[in-house]
């Protein structure tokens, strides 16, 4: 990885970094607020102070007296009645269907899609802490409705849409989190260690936010820094005591959530961004939540199936449907997004698989196989979207990387994976 532009080291920025890979990723602060310090846990009223309490109760063995205090900041701010403290944008996509767009933050949230039905909600997705989960469940039920959650459903087993799942058990409503087979199986051998890769990975991206801090002669790049190191604090502490909650309903192909207010169907269509993902269908509203196997950042294909990947979407697309809301990056109000990124994989694969052939190296590949020259990106203004969407959706100072960088990525994950089917 070249050291870029500003000096310092950007890695997979592009892409939903850390999943489950230590790497150095140092974009980012705490969003749109970085004052994660200055709101005591005693501020919200009864009933928040006793979930905080149980919330917090036992968690936090082991942690240092100032990671205590940056575990304490994450959750005073998931029960702060602020929107300047809010983690996510809430939109309305349809009758009863909103998205969660996670704001920026360098231990990346995953969106959430929400359905409220005619008597409790449906969440997709559940970020990569309990804090964040706790913010989102705060959010729904100050912008949106106070009935409770009864289903959170994980899309796939990424760490970024399964770590937050305690927090909805943590409210003491009955809720059951479903999945396919598969991510059940999956998040039971892989789920803790690929925490411990996310969590053993913050000293490194600590040490390299000082030194960059250091070497600047900016205060407001320092002050960013100070902000990013004091958010990594605040996932490793909160981290500490980690609560795997699996799925307690799972299944093969589909599975339906009948209700007066509208159906949701839960469908498998095959392996893609992983071997599990699962797409969330509401017919009558014409709407779907597509985790990670369609989004509006480039793909993640370190667990992914570069080869099938495209004909998974293709099933999915037979349905009807308009709205898009994906796992990361904005809501979709057509399919043009969906199409580019699926015809982005099919592309790439068949150009590192040419490559790969004719016994070329990654390098090699990654020479060859340019921004410029892969017609997906050229195509129906994906590239310029791609640039907006990142830059918007990861916190960084300065330039972000270029595109090549995490295209590069992909051709290296696409060569290690290329025979999977
Ligand atoms: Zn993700
Ligand atoms: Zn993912």
């Known amino acids: 990885m070249k050291e870029s532009v500003d000096g310092h080291n950007h890695n997979h920025a592009h892409q939903e970094a850390a999943h489950g ?3 150095t990723h140092d974009h980012g602060h705490l969003a749109h607020h970085a004052h994660p310090h200055a709101h005591p846990v005693t501020g919200g009223h009864t009933s928040r102070r006793d979930f905080l309490r149980v919330l917090m109760g036992g968690a ?21 009645p602020s929107a300047d403290l809010d983690l996510f944008d809430l939109q309305k996509a349809a009758d009863g269907v909103y998205f969660a767009h996670a704001r920026p933050q360098t231990v990346i949230n995953c969106n959430a899609a929400i359905f409220v039905r005619s008597k409790d909600v449906v969440v997709v997705d559940a970020h990569s802490k309990p804090s964040a989960a706790a ?12 009935k409770p959650v009864r289903y959170v459903i994980n899309t796939h087993f990424h760490w970024d849409h399964t770590q937050g799942n305690h927090a909805y058990r943590q409210t003491g409503e009955k809720v059951d989190f479903i999945a396919s087979a598969t991510t059940k199986q999956l998040m039971t051998d892989l789920a803790v ?3 411990k890769a996310s969590v053993d990975a913050v000293p490194q991206q600590i040490d390299a936010l000082r030194e960059r801090a250091a070497r600047s002669t900016s205060a407001a790049e320092k002050t960013f820094c100070a902000g990013e190191i004091r958010h990594l604090q605040a996932y490793q502490a909160e981290l500490k005591n980690y609560t795997l909650e699996l799925p307690t309903i799972t299944f093969d192909k589909s599975h339906l959530l009948p209700d007066a207010a509208f159906d ?3 469908e498998f269509h095959g392996h893609a961004h992983t071997a599990g993902d699962v797409f969330v269908f509401c017919p009558q509203q014409r709407a779907v939540a ?3 196997a369609s989004h509006g950042w480039l793909p993640f294909i370190a667990d992914g199936f570069p080869r099938v990947w495209p004909g998974t979407i293709d099933r999915v697309a037979q349905s009807d449907f308009k709205h898009i809301l994906p ?18 994989i099919e592309e790439l694969a068949g150009k590192v698989a040419e490559g790969k052939q004719a016994g070329l190296t990654v390098a090699e590949i990654q020479q060859r196989v340019t921004v410029a020259s892969l017609k997906a990106l050229q195509s129906n203004g994906y590239e310029a979207f791609l640039t907006r969407t990142l830059a918007a959706s990861h916190p960084h100072f300065g330039k972000m990387p270029p595109l090549q960088e995490a295209v590069n990525v992909n051709i290296a994950e696409v060569y290690q994976n290329l025979d999977r089917v």
Do not use: C, F
């Open 135 to 146: 913010s989102l469940i705060a959010q729904i039920k100050r912008q949106i409705t106070t």
């Open 327 to 344: 796992g990361h990056g904005p809501l979709q109000a057509d399919r043009v997004v969906m199409t580019s990124q699926r015809n982005y």
């Open 193 to 195: 260690a690929r925490m």
């Open 21 to 23: 890979h230590s790497h």
């Open 264 to 266: 949701l169907h839960l």
């Open 290 to 292: 597509t985790g990670d």
């Open 60 to 80: 936090l063995t082991g942690a240092s007296i100032l990671e205590l205090a940056y575990h304490r900041a994450a959750w005073a701010r998931a029960a702060a």
